[in-house]
């Protein structure tokens, strides 16, 4: 499932490093900071640019906006429901 921190924080616009797993790949739309061990977190922390974080801060809200957002879920059943 998709873990409520990670769909919050994307919804408030933040910048995403996130542990390299299907889950939050899914979540993310492929989108955000991936890192597989603390090493390359420290490496991409101190590499990224704050115009990346700014802009991917940007990304991850839009994404949310598209796929978590209440509307958007509600909308989806009624789709659903419209169908059956």
Same mark, same amino acid.
């Given at each position: 499932g998709t873990a409520p921190s990670l769909v919050e924080a994307m919804c408030l616009g933040l910048p995403i490093f996130s542990? @390299? &797993?299907?889950?939050n790949r899914e979540t993310t739309?492929?989108?955000?900071f991936f890192f @597989? =061990?603390?090493e390359e977190l420290v490496l991409r922390l101190n590499?990224? =640019?704050?115009?990346? +974080?700014?802009?991917?801060?940007?990304i #991850?809200? #839009?994404?949310?906006?598209?796929?978590?957002?209440?509307k958007t879920i509600a909308r989806q059943y009624l @789709? +659903?429901?419209?169908? &059956?």
């Open positions: 542990l @390299d &797993v299907e889950t739309n492929e989108s955000a @597989d =061990t603390a590499q990224t =640019t704050e115009a990346a +974080l700014i802009a991917n801060g940007e #991850m809200k #839009m994404e949310a906006q598209s796929k978590y957002e209440w @789709d +659903l429901i419209k169908i &059956v």
